[in-house]
């Protein structure tokens, strides 16, 4: 039988059976579940499946298995469930205390604080974007790479690899504002509008009180704010529209107030932030050097146990489109590199089979920038090792921010992350890396760990 065949089994048991499962989705490691019944989830039992790294218990019942294995494991999944990938079990099918489930746990998502939920909503934006802001971020880097290397930019295919590298990055605004209507519970097509509006070249030749727009003033933080208030007019119309003329009526409005409410209040609000939020980092970087590198870095970790990450991508995008680059993204991959190197001790001295299974499984993707199999299965769990993991990740994250390396590209981390590094400072990231690899496994190795922790896994 097949290793992700034994897994879906695996989960299928020890969640209650496929009747109790109302929608399967998935991430770049984890098979997210929604349960009808929470009560009939057997978190031990599911976190000792051969395969399993780690669970996570949130808004959604969240199963690490790694990155290449989720997908194969959910779409088995779906196949011993007849449930597709997102869709939601009927709701004729579920039973009274089903239906009681389904209420609290509504209750309990609206009993979230706003800034979790907040937080949350802007990572669901950005997720689905990233397998193509990892993609054309890589062509970028190696087009890039064979420009510095003294290839020709104007050859044919050199223009092809460039144009390719460009496109998400040309057209994010719209994708953003897409993601972000939809989100919300808007018409996507409407936020798309926002995004096209706010980075649309015409607004150069447009002046208000004598001063002529500047086109994508704001950045992606204007488009969401601007999209969300496309989501928020939207409704509001729809509630006092018509039904025969909703169709007509409730977009054309919805576009025309909201519009004029991005160009003379979004953008230039959004404006002021954008530019308080890259000034603050660079200065930070810029200022703090070592200090500031090893706080960020080093605190990284603790903040995606939270989910207070997923704020971070529009800061991210927002460097990129500001000044082509964050400076912010090399130092924080330093956590997952920190992570790499307390693994590396724990399976040199663990004698732990099954320990040492985990870790070989979660060593690849840690490589190449995955973290959170190693984090989920290894670190987190055995409780010391995750502390001196990120006192690694602090050391590699002090040399990046000194040596002030820096990506274009977002969507990757680890190793992976070379090919996006700019300024031809390649080396100098990877010597980075191996520092955060080599103190992540010192002070594992030294205070870390004892054989007795693998008892805990």
Not at 49 to 64: A, P, W
Not at 102 to 126: C, E, H, Q
Not at 343 to 370: E, M, Y
Request: some cysteine; charged content about 15%.
């Amino acid at each position: 039988m097949k290793k992700e065949q034994q897994i879906a089994e695996g989960i299928l048991e020890h969640v209650g059976g496929k009747e109790n499962i109302r929608k399967i989705a998935y991430c770049m490691t984890r098979v997210r579940l929604d349960l009808k019944n929470e009560g009939k989830a057997d978190i031990q039992g599911l976190k000792k499946i051969d395969g399993v790294m780690g669970v996570i218990e949130d808004e959604t019942l969240q199963i690490v298995v790694g990155p290449g294995t989720v997908n194969k494991v959910s779409d088995v999944l779906s196949n011993m469930t007849g449930l597709a990938i997102g869709e939601v079990a009927a709701a004729s099918d579920m039973t009274l205390e089903e239906r009681a489930q389904i209420n609290k746990a509504s209750i309990k998502k609206k009993n979230n604080t706003p800034v979790k939920n907040l937080l949350r909503k802007i990572g669901n934006i950005f997720i689905p974007l990233i397998p193509g802001l990892v993609a054309s971020g890589i062509v970028n880097g190696i087009a890039n790479f064979a420009k510095n290397a003294g290839v020709d930019p104007t050859a044919t295919w050199m223009q092809i690899l460039l144009l390719l590298g460009s496109c998400i990055f040309t057209y994010l605004a719209v994708l953003v504002g897409w993601n972000t209507a939809k989100e919300f519970g808007g018409t996507p097509v409407l936020g798309a509008i926002a995004g096209m509006l706010l980075f649309n070249p015409g607004l150069a030749d447009i002046h208000i009180f004598g001063h002529a727009l500047i086109v994508g003033r704001g950045g992606l933080i204007g488009v969401i704010f601007a999209a969300w208030l496309m989501t928020f007019v939207e409704k509001q119309v729809r509630k006092i529209m018509p039904n025969s003329i909703d169709i007509i009526f409730t977009p054309l409005i919805t576009i025309l107030v909201v519009a004029i409410l991005s160009l003379f209040v979004v953008m230039p609000i959004a404006g002021v932030i954008s530019d308080g939020i890259t000034s603050a980092i660079n200065a930070i970087l810029d200022f703090g050097g070592v200090v500031a590198g090893a706080i960020l870095s080093g605190f990284f970790l603790p903040l995606v146990m939270v989910g207070l990450h997923q704020g971070l991508t529009p800061i991210h995008m927002e460097l990129i489109q500001k000044t082509g680059s964050t400076a912010l993204l090399p130092v924080l991959a330093m956590a997952g590199a920190g992570q790499v190197g307390a693994a590396l001790a724990i399976f040199v001295k663990t004698k732990n089979r099954r320990l040492k299974n985990i870790i070989k499984g979660g060593l690849p993707a840690g490589i190449l920038g995955i973290g959170e199999p190693l984090l989920y299965g290894v670190t987190l769990p055995l409780g010391r090792p995750f502390i001196t993991a990120c006192l690694g990740a602090a050391v590699g994250g002090a040399f990046q921010a000194v040596v002030k390396t820096a990506a274009g590209g977002i969507g990757v981390s680890g190793i992976s992350l070379t090919m996006l590094i700019v300024d031809n400072k390649y080396l100098l990231y990877i010597i980075g890396l191996l520092i955060a690899y080599a103190f992540g496994f010192l002070f594992t190795y030294l205070f870390g760990f004892k054989e007795e922790m693998a008892d805990e896994i």
